[in-house]
């Protein structure tokens, strides 16, 4: 039941998104009064203790912005991970355009890494194995005959972690998609 509880998205001061976190930690939030304002319609409700014969019972709304603005903001990029990049990619092999569970997903990069390429998002793509390995080797598209179906972008904090949580709840959603830059473009 506790478990089930979705993250709640924590703000700094500013408003500006820094993490998921447990509702634990956000209770130990509130208790501090580190909370300085909190959104959201739908908050969590969860049952306390007793006291006086009465369950006491904390409510946490799912977006909450705390007292100390962080002393090393959160960077805008977030780091480059696999999980990160085939979510930002739809699990879509951008090569072929088709769908991948993702253990069938590897990171290519554009320009490859023998011929000079970057480890960063703007060079990195979902690839299915058989497009990144057999089609596309060691070689640039260009080099291969072969084309992006969409172009790679360094996504922002904010869309880090909206395609982060699979569980996001419709009020976190609106407030990080407010801060995020309109892709909608990329997939014509
Ligand atoms: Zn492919």
Not at 124 to 139: H, L, M
Request: charged residues 25%; positive net charge.
């Amino acid at each position: 039941m506790i478990a089930a509880h979705p993250p709640i998205l924590r703000l700094d001061a500013g408003g500006l998104p820094v993490s998921w976190i447990h509702w634990q930690r956000a209770a130990e939030l509130i208790f501090a009064d580190r909370v300085l304002w909190s959104l959201g319609d739908a908050p969590l409700r969860i049952q306390g203790g007793l006291r006086g014969g009465q369950r006491s019972v904390l409510t946490i709304d799912p977006v909450i912005a705390t007292r100390e603005a962080h002393r090393n903001p959160a960077p805008d990029t977030p780091p480059l991970t696999n999980r990160l990049l085939f979510a930002r990619d739809r699990h879509t092999c951008l090569y072929c355009g088709n769908r991948f569970p993702e253990h069938e997903l590897t990171r290519d990069h554009i320009v490859p890494r023998c011929q000079g390429g970057e480890d960063v998002w703007t060079n990195t793509a979902s690839s299915c194995k058989r497009c990144n390995g057999d089609r596309k080797g060691g070689r640039t598209p260009e080099q291969a005959g072969m084309s992006l179906i969409a172009l790679p972008y360094a996504p922002s904090r904010a869309e880090a972690l909206i395609l982060s949580n699979r569980r996001i709840l419709a009020d976190q959603n609106e407030y990080l998609s407010a801060l995020a830059p309109d892709r909608d473009d990329r997939w014509n």
